[in-house]
């Protein structure tokens, strides 16, 4: 069934449908982001080390978050077609099925992250880093059992279109998480004196608080109606559940892929000295900020719009969402890339402030500030195309490109400008950028062969 004859034009109604879901999801995402930048304005304010420590501690926590996200991922893409093809019974049970592949996958997770410092050791890390950020894992291990929980509902949410709500809860997380960050670290107000420890107290208390949120009335009966309806479904439904692993592995290999590659690199930059770490820190921390809120939130959208015209069986209007989400993207984002490539000093001094620490970052910092400028934008492009061709329920084959991109191609390239020739932590951000490059134009290639090759029955398989 082919669609090139169709305008592929960006369109007014489609830039609005688009915004509606993204806008919210954005300002969501956004105070996640400002989370993880409290928790590392207060740890680099306590010290270098400490900063350096929660970084490689999250770098691994990352690998078992994103697993677990990609399984779940098939939240959206289930519920928004069931939306799309007019179901709205099934979609309590589609969540209470993430809800078990939630639980399942918590208990693994928790288990690998309990012996942190012995990993981060076999890895080469300097031990006193890696014993502070085994500390800090001691008490943010217990986090990931909300944080899947959460991501369940928030998957839920917004294929329902109801993404104001994450945005509300995530900001009172915000709220709650600085103040938490500056009595338990920093000893405020009667409170002991805590340290790195204290900023992993305070997330298990913020991820608890914002599950709760999540289930209260206002939020949950808002999507669901009856909360007595909703419990009665939870008995495991296998058809779906072996629905969510086809779709949910390749999912969670993608990512794993990316934050694996993320995570590999934090512990390169760790082999140039704790400086490195905290610039490699800084810059991605930098990285989510500008770019990833953006296209994380329009590449949602994405899913979600697409697999809704797949339950409508509108395969017309596949080009038309695409094109919508990445001139969005672009006039959202520009701006901010340009800000930042002109005025990187100061992004690093945000960090750790303007005495003799932020003097002696600069010099290393400052440059990768400019690197990741490009990176945002090729970055976001990535994510934009690759999250439409989930919405097609092709997994395998991007999974597929990811793997050969950022291993084959980024983290070699990375290796070689770093160590070889000299260019240090510089040098691994040029082998992620280049890899996400090369990811991006293979997805959007896929994207042209996939809407070129629908079937004319309006069946859309699982890949």
């Known amino acids: ?102 639980a399942v996958l918590s208990v693994p997770g928790c288990a690998i992250l309990w012996n942190l410092e012995e990993v981060l050791l076999a890895t080469g890390q300097i031990p006193a880093l ?32 109801r993404a104001e709500t994450i945005a509300i809860i995530m900001w009172l997380m915000v709220g709650l998480n600085a103040v938490l960050d500056y009595v338990l670290i920093f000893g405020k107000f009667g409170a002991p004196t805590m340290g790195i420890a204290g900023a992993g107290l305070v997330s298990i208390i913020v991820y608890i608080a914002a599950l709760m949120l999540f289930l209260t009335p206002p939020a949950f009966h808002g999507l669901f109606r009856s909360g007595m309806a909703f419990l009665r479904l939870w008995r ?58 953006v296209s994380m939130a329009v590449a949602d959208a994405m899913t979600a719009r697409i697999a809704i015209t797949v339950g409508r069986k509108d395969y017309a209007s596949m080009w038309r969402i695409l094109n919508s989400g990445l001139l969005l993207f672009l006039f959202f984002v520009l701006p901010l890339v340009v800000l930042l490539g002109l005025f990187s000093p100061w992004a690093v001094m945000l960090f750790v402030g303007v005495g003799p620490k932020a003097q002696s970052l600069l010099p290393i910092a400052a440059p990768l500030m400019v690197l990741v400028a490009f990176f945002v934008l090729v970055d976001g492009l990535r994510m934009i195309t690759g999250q439409a061709l989930n919405g097609l329920s092709d997994m395998k084959i991007p999974a597929l490109i990811a793997v050969i991109s950022y291993w084959g191609i980024g983290l070699p390239c990375g290796v070689m400008l770093g160590f070889p020739m000299g260019l240090g932590v510089l040098g691994l951000w040029w082998g992620l950028t280049l890899g996400m490059t090369i990811t991006a134009a293979a997805y959007l290639i896929r994207f042209w062969w996939m809407t070129g090759h629908l079937p004319p029955n309006g069946v859309v398989r699982h890949r």
Not at 40 to 64: D, F, K, T
Not at 153 to 161: E, L, P, R, S, V
Not at 264 to 278: N, P, S
């Open 1 to 102: 069934m082919p669609i090139s004859a169709v305008s592929r034009r960006p369109s007014a109604s489609e830039l609005g449908n688009i915004l509606k879901i993204s806008l919210p999801l954005a300002l969501g995402y956004l105070g996640q982001v400002a989370i993880g930048i409290t928790d590392s304005v207060m740890l680099g304010r306590l010290s270098p080390e400490a900063l350096g420590a929660a970084g490689l501690a999250l770098s691994l926590y990352e690998i078992i978050l994103t697993i677990g996200v990609g399984m779940l991922f098939p939240v959206v893409v289930l519920v928004s077609r069931a939306r799309g093809a007019g179901r709205p019974r099934a979609v309590p049970v589609i969540v209470w099925q993430g809800l078990w592949i939630a």
């Open 130 to 161: 890696a014993r502070m950020a085994g500390h800090y894992m001691d008490y943010f291990l217990w986090t990931v059992f909300p944080a899947f929980i959460s991501i369940v509902f928030i998957h839920a949410f917004t294929a329902m279109g």
């Open 236 to 293: 495991p439904k296998w058809t779906i559940l072996g629905r969510f692993v086809r779709l949910g592995w390749p999912k969670g290999l993608e990512l794993s892929m990316k934050n694996g590659l993320y995570s590999v690199t934090a512990l390169l930059a760790g082999r140039f000295g704790t400086q490195a770490i905290v610039a490699h820190t800084i810059a991605f921390q930098m990285a989510i900020l500008i770019g990833l809120v």
